[in-house]
Structure formats: C-alpha cells, structure tokens
C-alpha cells in the first residue's frame, strides 16, 4: 500500500496567516492527490482534488500543488472557519490512502 | 444538487454484523463510484472501500477484505455497507462519499455520517 505522511501533525496560526502542509507519498502517484478538511462531529469537506482543481465552491484562498511524490496544501489568508484537520489522500492505485491528519489550530 | 443520506446510528455486540445504508439523490447514480470511509474516536480518517455501482466492481483495503461487502441498488440508488464480525474497535462513524468526477475519482460529496457503536 502506499502510505501517505503529512507534516506537521499539527500547527498553530493566527486568523490572516498563510499556512502550509506538506504530504509525501512512499512512492510516486503523478497527481492523483485529494484534500480535506474535517471538523469534529461534522462530514468531512473535499477542497482538492488532481492535486491543484479546486473543488466547486470552496473558497480561493485555499490551493494545492505538486506532483510525483511532495504535495502542498496552502491556506492563504487563515479565516476563523479554517481551524479543522486536513487531510490529504491518494487515489492513484487501490487501497486508496489517507496521510494522517494536519491539526490547524488557533494561537 | 448531490444529496447522500444515511441511515442512523446502530449499537451492536461484538460478532454482530451491520447494514448501513446511503440513499442517493441529485445525480445520475449510475455513473458516480461511492468510497466508504471511517473514523474511530480519536483517530484519522481511513478509506475502508470503494464501489462503481453500475458494474458492482468493489475495492477493499487490506483490513476490511472478507468482511465488509459494498451493494448498490440501482432501482433505489441507495449504497449499502455491511460489516460481519464486528470488534470493539469498529466502534467509529461511518461515512459514505461520491466521487467527484466520473470514474476512479475521490470524494467530492459526503453523507452526514453513521455512528456505529460496537458494545459488549
């Protein structure tokens, strides 16, 4: 299985920060890369997915990059609703995969 | 719009099994595949399986190969997950995703989340 790593586990920011997550994958996947924010007692929430596409709806402060094997997620511009885990997930071979989670929390 | 609903909340004994179910509405269920996802108390989110409901073609990882099965009932468009055997540490909430695009594509709509309680 591949296994997907995230870093940091997790991070403290202010509201207007630019905050960035890195997620490595154990082997290359091109750009089949999601991202997800979850909060606590709610479904998560797909931001990205292709590594950079934006899924509908969410907002442009949020974006994503990379390929192969490095993955960023940039949150540009913190808001209050921002603060959540984040995910990222490959879907380039099956079983599919999640990293471990990235806390975003409030400083 | 794109509208999953499940079914609510199940408390079983360990060795039992449980059908949740996911009603579907606002697409054309046929051509979407369905992942089915977990999180345990405390713990991240794990991706448990993977169903294209017009093929019935399924996808399991590792640890839920042999004892989750992945339906879809196409006069409905509802999903079903069944796990046999449950454990302790199966207590978690369940949740159903429709992929964003057409084929082998991740989650881009969620249910609301099924909690399944696993209790002696």
């Known amino acids: 299985d591949i296994q997907m790593t995230q870093s940091p586990s997790s991070l403290s920011a202010s509201v207007g920060d630019t905050v960035t997550i890195s997620c490595r994958a154990s082997?290359?996947?091109?750009?089949?890369l999601a991202w997800f924010q979850h909060k606590p007692g709610k479904a998560p929430k797909s931001l990205i997915y292709g590594a950079s596409n934006l899924q509908s709806g969410v907002p442009p402060r949020f974006s994503g990059s990379g390929s192969g094997t490095h993955f960023i997620l940039t949150i540009t511009g913190l808001q209050p609703e921002d603060f959540a885990t984040y995910y990222c997930q490959q879907y380039n071979i099956f079983p599919w995969t999640f990293g471990q989670g990235t806390k975003v929390e409030i400083k | 719009q794109v509208h999953l609903v499940q079914s609510g909340p199940e408390v079983k004994t360990p060795g039992a099994s449980v059908n949740v179910s996911c009603k579907a509405s606002g697409y054309t269920f046929k051509n979407y595949g369905v992942s089915w996802v977990r999180q345990a108390p405390g713990q991240g989110l794990e991706w448990m399986g993977w169903?294209?409901?017009?093929?019935?073609?399924?996808r399991f990882a590792q640890t839920f190969q042999g004892r989750v099965t992945l339906t879809a009932d196409m006069s409905t468009a509802t999903l079903y997950m069944e796990m046999r055997d449950l454990m302790l540490d199966d207590t978690a909430v369940y949740f159903c995703a429709r992929s964003v695009l057409v084929g082998s594509t991740p989650p881009g709509y969620w249910g609301q989340g099924t909690l399944v309680t696993v209790s002696p």
């Open positions: 169903i294209r409901p017009d093929a019935g073609d399924t």
């Open positions: 082997q290359g996947i091109s750009l089949y």
